[in-house]
């Protein structure tokens, strides 16, 4: 039996399934469909063929409302194997789209079919878990609208940030690994001074395109407008800046927090931030700025009120943008947190580095290559101990955790599927053990996944 077929049969409750785009039948009422497929983007006036994901109407990425059903067939019109992953849907875990752990890949020509509750609603994205394509920019926006936002009326704009290079993933690994100096990789233990990205990029993205050419997003001259912000990046984390305008941060991987005013927003590598901003009728349009952590290189979005004239906007700022950490994290708290129990298991993980090339970690109980494992009805504590000089965005499938501590500071954080852990920083989130399968747990980062720092979170006798 092909694994193909063998995923079709895998219950009521898990419908992936898996077929030749050519002998499939008619959609089923209600389906979407996604296309993995090429697509041409301008860089520094230069045409560039990346990967994207597109309904058949030409729509990136995909918008459901709060309380649908997640039904959607992946096609894979591209050349090589490929496969979505739902980043921060909680699906059931045959559904989630990690090649060889949640299921096989999309072999090219191929489908996949997903059916199951589109939760928890807010701010998602789409992205490929296959070798290195998410730098070829395989990645777009999943939004469940939440009642109270389609409620609210509020005109919404989603942004995906990427970062750029005209060098080949592989090759850009390749020099990762083996550093031309022929000295130490970047992020080494013996590095004293934090070390904020491993690649030089060629440019940021917003909606795939540079500030040479922004997108121009027209909105009212008064009320509200809500920003859904996504870092789609492979290693690049980013300071949103509003300028001298203040917003409201909402939500936090598309979980709402108590409402949080500023102009400068971390968004480290996966995060996503919901920011309300205000439009003030003073007729000046408003720059939505993803500076780069370190890097001069910016890329954003402009609001334009009638009328509003548009300045140019530089590609650079004159300053590096600042160093990500967790300032702001330690003032989130979440609306709706986890309800308050004891933790049944907590788990120590490492997130560590080699001085050796381009090596990287995450033991378990000081294990390297063993996984979480945890049993359904617990709460688990991970505890999260950067050894290293580097930021690492460490992302759980099929979860939603709470932070609850940052470098011995105790609080009722905010519920992420994301979280930075800065350079020898620790952090704990806990969680409920409610969505029994194997689930991917890893550095967001690509380079440092691909190089090592991927584990699972597996639940003990869960078939
Ligand atoms: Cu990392």
Redesign the pocket.
Same mark, same amino acid.
């Given at each position: 039996m092909s694994p193909s077929r063998r995923s079709l049969l895998v219950g009521a409750a898990s419908l992936a399934a898996a077929g030749a785009l050519s002998s499939r039948g008619a959609r089923a009422a209600g389906q979407k469909t996604l296309r993995l497929q090429t697509r041409q983007i301008e860089v520094g006036g230069k045409a560039a063929t990346r990967y994207g994901v597109v309904q058949p109407s030409g729509a990136v990425g995909l918008v459901l409302d709060e309380g649908d059903i997640f039904d959607v067939r992946v096609e894979n019109t591209l050349k090589v194997t490929s496969g979505l992953h739902w980043h921060g849907l909680n699906p059931p875990w045959q559904q989630d789209g990690v090649p060889y752990i949640s299921g096989p890949p999309i072999a090219a020509g191929q489908s996949a079919d997903y059916k199951f509750p589109a939760v928890p609603a807010g701010t998602r994205w789409m992205h490929s878990h296959f070798g290195l394509q998410e730098q070829n920019l395989l990645a777009a926006p999943l939004i469940i609208r939440e009642t109270a936002a389609i409620k609210s009326g509020h005109q919404e704009i989603v942004v995906l940030f990427e970062d750029f290079s005209w060098t080949k993933p592989t090759t850009i690994l390749d020099k990762l690994w083996r550093p031309a100096s022929g000295g130490m990789a970047p992020g080494g233990m013996a590095m004293s001074t934090p070390d904020y990205n491993d690649v030089d990029y060629d440019a940021y993205l917003a909606n795939d395109r540079t500030l040479a050419d922004p997108q121009v997003i027209d909105v009212e001259s008064t009320g509200d407008v809500r920003l859904r912000l996504i870092n789609g990046s492979a290693s690049t984390n980013f300071t949103i800046d509003l300028g001298a305008n203040e917003g409201t941060l909402l939500s936090v991987d598309g979980n709402p927090v108590e409402p949080l005013k500023a102009s400068l927003f971390p968004l480290a590598t996966a995060q996503r931030a919901d920011i309300l901003v205000r439009l003030l009728g003073d007729g000046r349009a408003v720059m939505v700025l993803a500076r780069g952590e370190g890097r001069r290189l910016q890329a954003g979005v402009v609001l334009r009120p009638p009328r509003a004239a548009i300045g140019k906007i530089p590609l650079e700022d004159v300053v590096e943008g600042p160093a990500v950490g967790l300032k702001q994290e330690v003032l989130l708290r979440a609306i709706r947190p986890l309800p308050v129990r004891r933790v049944d298991r907590s788990v120590p993980i490492g997130l560590t580095g080699s001085m050796m090339g381009y090596s990287?970690s995450l033991p378990v109980h000081d294990m390297t290559g063993a996984p979480v494992t945890v049993v359904r009805g617990e709460r688990v504590e991970l505890v999260m101990q950067n050894e290293t000089m580097?930021a =690492?965005p460490m992302h759980l499938h099929g979860h939603s955790f709470q932070v609850t501590e940052i470098n011995d500071r105790k609080l009722a954080g905010a519920i992420r599927d994301t979280i930075l852990v800065p350079p020898h920083a620790t952090v704990k989130v806990v969680f409920d053990a409610d969505n029994p399968g194997i689930w991917a747990y890893h550095?967001h980062?690509l380079y =440092?996944m691909a190089a090592g720092?991927f584990t699972t979170l597996v639940y003990r006798g869960f078939t």
């Open positions: 990287w580097m =690492h550095c980062n =440092h720092m």
